[in-house]
């Protein structure tokens, strides 16, 4: 190499490194503070937001309030950016959901993490709650615990969602806080994922699973320990090993049949391992499985089976963060999320909307989106856990997860 | 140089070096080629590839990768041919310090930069040109494990000294003596831990999600997320498209057809 | 160790008699420690700081406690265990390759293909690394179908097939898989970090030692391994660091089944379920703790060994 070629390169670096040592010698001079704890309730200051009136949005908990929807789009659309975290795109069809409400209002989404789960989400806003970039979210879609969590309600601690009732609030049904802070967006029944070009004999209910003809081909869609879906697939089995909703013991004594057996493969069973073959039978919500079967298109060939016997229903939450750097965006997402647009998104995605009483009695969702869901007599029967009866089984599986499924090191 | 005969010994090993990487690739583009049932087909890469955002992330990533392997250099270069001829002792400290990017979970890092630098005072997460700043400062601490040691222990075989009296009495200053005379000699080692840190960089995920820059990363698990097929084909794309550049800066590290000279002469 | 502690105040004391040479020293290395300084450990222990908080943001020492939970320890050991075997299988599978692209003269399109490669692969991990195994090795993996179909004929007209893995009791989702899985990573690593400390060896060093009657082993064992064995130790930490901090590849080739501290660190701060973070970073300041012990131990085995084999 010779030295000249090495000194333009040079030169470029020196000024790079110009840039980098700036905003050393500027850090140095001031530690930064950590207001971890200090804005506890909704009215987080984001004043350098341009907003269209006087109307300070992030303290507005009803599109009256502000004054109206036009005046919601307009302040909106003046912030023009909305920051919404962990939607993968096929989750519940939320990919169609941003880019309809993209079109519809000129407003730009970032989608961070969309492969995170919950704690992600509520880690996000505690991290970026002085910023106004991109990365602090707007608005959340978090597991039913992550609801009274984030607000601070269980365990007690800083609440960080800002209260807010949609125009449609009335026809929300479900577990929702009654002050707005959070509320049901969706709700899935747990179901089984078959692979049928790998599975002949397709398990109908839960004991199924435990024959040895399913060796090493059962997976769950994570650790149960880290994941939500996973946990709840132990509840679920649990209800239908004679557990009930106070008592999940059952479902992790079957998780722990199901590992000594061999039937359980302990990766977790995703799109891609799924479609290989190599988790034939997994354990998904049935908007998850719904999906891979129509993303996968029938290569390979995917039958959702609902196993006989009790149902078991989740449920998730929409809420929008106290310190949401769009908190016009953030409204105007939500009230199209409960529009009836937005709520037949949810059902073409597989999801049972929140509203789902009130789109069904006006005919509002076609026949064959409706055909594409779980049978709403199934899910009438559906067990739904309360939040405590939640947290409890949440508290079950962490103190007896290893040593139910045995995490001994075998080679 | 001697007349060449073949060494059957590292033959084998140069074979095996070989299986053990391309074997499970194979299993991976086997399984990206069968997006068509029944038959093998180049649909997953015609879907991957029909996205102009994929090649557009795959550019910046690779700008990044270039730009933190400079700045890189930059920083570890100086500071290990100081500690190697001044500050011996110092050593252990730094070297716990480079480890430290291994340990410290990614997330934790992540979340620890939006904290101390999207607020007041530095607002560097506002705007595009100062959020990048702050990921390039990101990449550079992850490379730093490899960046470090890899010019530690190419440092190890030269004589620092020797070199740096030899280029001083001929009147040299510190920069000459640096880039002249330490770099050339060091050729190897740098080239090794800027494969690393270029590759790394384009696969990087986490910081270029949670601070929202157009990175490859984020955009392989934001349209590959559930997807069966794709993901594969993304994999083998962007495998091979980093792959060519890494072969690129070989050539240009290497220089054309010159043997290294590693050993200071 | 002892260098380190007694050094500060050195220079403190060199400080009164004679300021400049000893300050100057230091100056060479404030950009990397003011950079480090403000990039790694400021945002770090910023979040760091809540290993010693509760929920509600107060001082605590609980966090800190799980460290003597015996799952936690345990983790720590597996970890441990799985760092070590990998990082010296690895190693000594990268030196010989780094030796068969260097001195060994392997064909020149190997050299130029296993180099080049090596950075990319020492990066490999997480979901994509762990589908490459499983459609390799799992249970439906191509090499396990072609493995399965190579059959011989046994006594009794019966059939033998020996090279059906998953018979012969292998199981990519064990210890034993997760080591082939992160050799794809550690191994390159050796190479990279070890091929120019091999380049460097001398010729002349060699045909010194011929000449005076030294065979293959006594160059390589009193010769060429004294020279490297700082190299071969300084490329061991890393390899080992490499893989005391993975967790993506574990979590996703063994769904969190092996126990290794990194995914418990994962559940504690990005889980849904365990969601402590504050414990997270308790455990994740525990392995900082055991990593600086680490790098210590190799400090002082370095200055001994390379005592030792240079006496």
Redesign the interface.
């Known amino acids: ?1 010779s ?1 000249n070629q ?1 000194s333009t ?2 030169v ?3 000024l ?2 110009v ?3 700036t ?2 010698g ?3 001079t ?1 530690a ?3 207001p ?2 200090s804005l506890p309730t909704a009215t987080a200051g984001n004043q350098s937001i341009p907003n269209t009136g006087s109307v300070d949005w992030s303290t507005v908990s009803s599109v009256a309030a502000g004054g109206g929807m036009d005046a919601l789009v307009a302040a909106a659309q003046a912030e023009g950016n909305l ?1 919404v975290i962990t939607l ?4 519940c069809d939320y990919g169609e959901m941003m880019d309809k409400f993209s079109a519809k209002y000129g407003i730009k989404i ?11 989400e509520v ?2 806003i505690k ?10 979210p707007d608005v959340l879609d978090i ?1 039913a ?2 609801g009274p969590l984030a607000s601070g309600q269980n ?3 800083p609440n960080l969602l800002a209260p807010y009732k949609v125009a449609t609030w009335d026809t929300i049904k479900g577990n929702n806080d009654a002050s707005g802070l959070y509320y049901v967006d969706y709700y899935g029944v747990m179901s089984f994922e078959i692979n049928t070009d ?1 599975v002949k004999n397709v398990p109908q209910t839960w004991s199924d699973l435990l024959k040895p003809e399913y060796k ?1 081909q059962v997976g ?1 869609p ?7 879906e996973a ?1 709840q697939s132990i509840y679920a089995a649990a209800i239908n090993n004679g557990g009930t909703l106070d008592n999940i013991q059952p479902g992790l004594d079957f998780m722990k049949q199901l590992a000594k057996s061999g039937n359980l ?4 069973a ?9 988790t034939p039978v997994s354990i998904h919500w049935s908007f ?1 499985a719904l ?2 079967k129509q ?2 298109n ?3 060939n995917i039958q959702v089976v609902y196993p006989t016997g009790t149902p078991w229903g989740g449920y998730y939450y929409q809420a929008i963060s106290a310190y949401a750097p769009h908190p016009a965006a953030a409204r105007l997402w939500e009230e199209y999320v409960y529009s009836d647009e937005g709520q037949t998104l949810l059902a073409k995605g597989f999801c049972i909307p929140a509203r789902f009483g009130d789109l069904t009695s006006r005919n509002v969702i076609s026949a064959d989106i409706l055909n594409a869901l779980p049978s709403s007599d199934m899910f009438a029967k559906a067990v739904i856990p309360s939040i405590d009866q939640l947290s409890t089984a ?1 508290a079950a ?2 103190d007896q997860w ?1 040593s139910v ?1 045995g ?1 001994d ?3 | 140089m001697k007349t060449r005969k073949l060494n059957l010994w590292a033959l084998f090993w140069a074979i095996v070096g070989l299986l053990y990487f391309f074997v499970p690739l194979y299993g991976t583009l086997d399984f990206s080629l069968r997006m068509e049932r029944g038959r093998l087909s180049l649909k997953a890469y015609q879907v991957v590839l029909s996205d102009p955002q994929f090649l557009a992330s795959f550019r910046y990533s690779a700008t990044m990768g270039l730009i933190t392997v400079a700045v890189s250099i930059l920083l570890f270069l100086p500071t290990v041919y100081w500690l190697h001829l001044k500050l011996p002792q110092a050593r252990p400290i730094v070297e716990i310090l480079t480890t430290l990017p291994f340990i410290i979970p990614v997330i934790v890092f992540v979340f620890g930069l939006i904290r101390t630098f999207s607020g007041p005072p530095f607002h560097l997460t506002e705007s595009a040109f100062t959020t990048d700043i702050l990921i390039t400062a990101g990449y550079v601490v992850l490379s730093m494990p490899y960046m470090y040691r890899s010019i530690d222990i190419g440092m190890r075989t030269i004589d620092v000294r020797g070199l740096t009296e030899a280029a001083q009495s001929l009147g040299s200053n510190w920069f000459q003596i640096l880039f002249n005379v330490i770099l050339p000699n060091l050729r190897g080692a740098v080239l090794g831990g800027a494969l690393i840190s270029f590759a790394l960089v384009i696969g990087e995920l986490i910081l270029g999600d949670f601070l929202v820059r157009p990175a490859l990363g984020p955009y392989m698990v934001q349209v590959g997320r559930d997807a069966a097929y794709e993901p594969a084909a993304m994999a083998m794309l962007s495998w091979g498209l980093t792959w060519i550049c890494l072969i690129l800066i070989q050539f240009a590290g290497r220089g054309r057809g010159s043997a290294p000279q590693l050993t200071g002469r | 160790m002892a260098e380190i502690t007694a050094n500060p105040e050195s220079v403190k004391v060199v400080k009164k008699v004679r300021v400049a040479p000893a300050v100057q020293n230091w100056l060479g290395v404030l950009p990397f420690f003011l950079f480090v300084i403000v990039f790694l450990i400021l945002p770090s222990t910023n979040l760091f700081a809540g290993a010693f908080q509760d929920q509600q943001g107060h001082f605590t020492l609980n966090n800190v406690k799980v460290i003597l939970d015996p799952f936690v320890l345990k983790s720590y050991l597996v970890s441990l265990q799985v760092s070590v075997i990998t990082s010296l299988l690895g190693g000594v599978m990268g030196f010989f390759i780094a030796y068969a692209i260097t001195i060994g003269r392997a064909p020149r399109w190997m050299r130029a293909v296993l180099m080049s490669f090596s950075g990319l692969a020492a990066n490999f991990g997480g979901v994509p690394l762990a589908f490459a195994f499983i459609a390799t090795l799992g249970h439906t993996g191509f090499l396990t179908g072609i493995l399965k179909h190579i059959c011989f004929p046994a006594a009794g007209g019966a059939q033998t097939c020996p090279f059906d893995i998953y018979n012969a009791g292998f199981n990519l989702y064990s210890v034993t898989g997760l080591t082939l899985t992160y050799l794809y990573f550690q191994f390159p690593l050796m190479v990279l970090t070890i091929a120019p400390a091999l380049e460097g060896l001398k010729r002349e060093w060699r045909e010194a030692s011929q000449n005076l009657g030294g065979n293959t082993f006594h160059y390589w064992w009193h010769v060429a391994l004294p020279i490297l064995w700082p190299s071969i130790l300084g490329s061991s930490i890393l390899l080992f660091a490499s893989a005391f901090g993975a967790y993506a590849t574990a979590q996703a080739l063994t769904g969190g089944t092996i126990y290794l501290v990194t995914i418990m660190i994962g559940a504690q701060i990005r889980g849904d379920v365990l969601n402590n973070p504050n414990e997270g970073y308790a455990l994740a300041i525990g392995m900082v703790v055991v990593m600086a012990v680490c790098i210590v131990v190799y400090s002082l085995l370095q200055r001994r060994t390379t005592r030792w084999l240079k006496s």
Not at chain 1, 110 to 120: E, L, T, W
Not at chain 1, 265 to 268: A, E, K, N, Q
Not at chain 1, 270 to 278: F, H, L, N, R, T
Request: glycine content about 10%.
């Open positions: 190499m030295s090495f390169k040079f470029a670096i020196v790079l490194a840039l980098v040592l905003a050393c500027t850090a140095q001031s930064p503070s950590t971890e704890s920051t993968p795109r096929t989750w970032q989608d961070v993490n969309p492969d995170g789960g919950s704690a992600d880690q996000a991290d970026n709650m002085q910023n106004k970039g991109p990365q602090a597991g615990a992550y365990p007690s601690g790998v090493g769950l994570g650790d149960p320990r880290a994941s939500n946990a493969l302990p990766l977790i995703d799109s891609g391992v799924i479609a290989k073959g190599e998850n999906a891979d993303t996968f029938g290569n390979p949440r599986i962490k290893d499924v995490l090191i075998k080679n």
